[in-house]
Nanobody, 126 residues
Framework: QVQLVESGGGLVQAGGSLRLSCAAS????????MGWFRQAPGKEREFVAA????????HYADSVKGRLTISRDNAKNTVNLQMNSLQPEDTAVYYC???????????????????WGQGTQVTVSS
């Protein structure tokens, strides 16, 4: 069982930055690839970024490449999402998720993820 708690959301102007964090419980954090997803009102949940168990591989949605950076610290059981150059279309609830899989792999499919946090709201004003 893994419990995930996101933090760091808020209101920011276009062009600004936010850093989201996700704290995981349990002693098996390094057994999970981690992902960030987001869901805007009236839209389906969409993939944002993922990172492999060791942190050696990461992947981003095309819409966020070059602006968002995912990282993890297995010693601290945390995964972070640094978000720069935010735009109004980035407004959504952001979720972190854990996916138990072999190292070196990742997934963009929400159905592959075993555990989810409660989400944190990010609002970008124009």
């Amino acid at each position: 069982q893994v419990q995930l708690v996101e933090s760091g959301g808020g209101l920011v102007q276009a062009g600004g930055s936010l850093r989201l964090s996700c704290a995981a419980s349990g002693r098996t954090f390094s057994s999970y690839a981690m992902g960030w997803f987001r869901q805007a009102p009236g839209k389906e949940r969409e993939f944002v970024a993922a990172i492999s168990r060791s942190g050696s591989i990461n992947h981003y949605a095309d819409s966020v490449k070059g602006r968002l950076t995912i990282s993890r610290d297995n010693a601290k059981n945390t995964v972070n999402l640094q978000m720069n150059s935010l735009q109004p279309e980035d407004t959504a609830v952001y979720y972190c998720a854990a996916d138990r899989r072999v190292d070196g792999s990742w997934s963009a499919a929400p159905r592959e993820y075993d555990y989810w946090g409660q989400g944190t709201q990010v609002t970008v004003s124009s």
